[in-house]
């Protein structure tokens, strides 16, 4: 397999792993806060200090997560931008000059064409005029 291939590959393999381990991480947040809650509704001896817990918990293990959520970013921005380096970048340029002059030149030789036309000259055998209406 190729570098880049392989380095693809990692690169989805880390966004599966990350996806489940941010959806455990959400799980356990929101079953601990539900347990809070039942706790509190029920006036459970003792739910604010679980309930400060519960919070601490979140606190730590939020701050890593966004950390890592941060740096994952810049890391997948930097790849990204990769794909789009000067050696992918130049023949993309090239090929928009060349449509945008294609287009240029047929549009010049179509006006060519329409004047060539309004003279009561022929037109060329590339073009043919059809009548979306016929002149009264």
Known sequence: MSG???????????????????????????????????????????????????????????????LLFLIATGVLSAYIDRWFSPNIKIPIENAMFIAQTFYEREKEKVLQEGKRYLKGLPVSKEYTVRWLKRPA
């Open 4 to 66: 880049t291939a392989t380095a693809k590959i990692f690169l989805i393999l880390l966004l599966n792993i990350s996806i489940i381990a941010i959806l455990t991480l959400g799980f356990f947040i929101f079953k601990s806060l539900f347990k809070v809650y039942i706790a509190k509704r029920n006036r459970v001896i003792g739910y604010r200090f679980r309930t400060k817990i519960v919070a601490l918990f979140v606190t730590i293990t939020l701050i890593p997560s966004v």
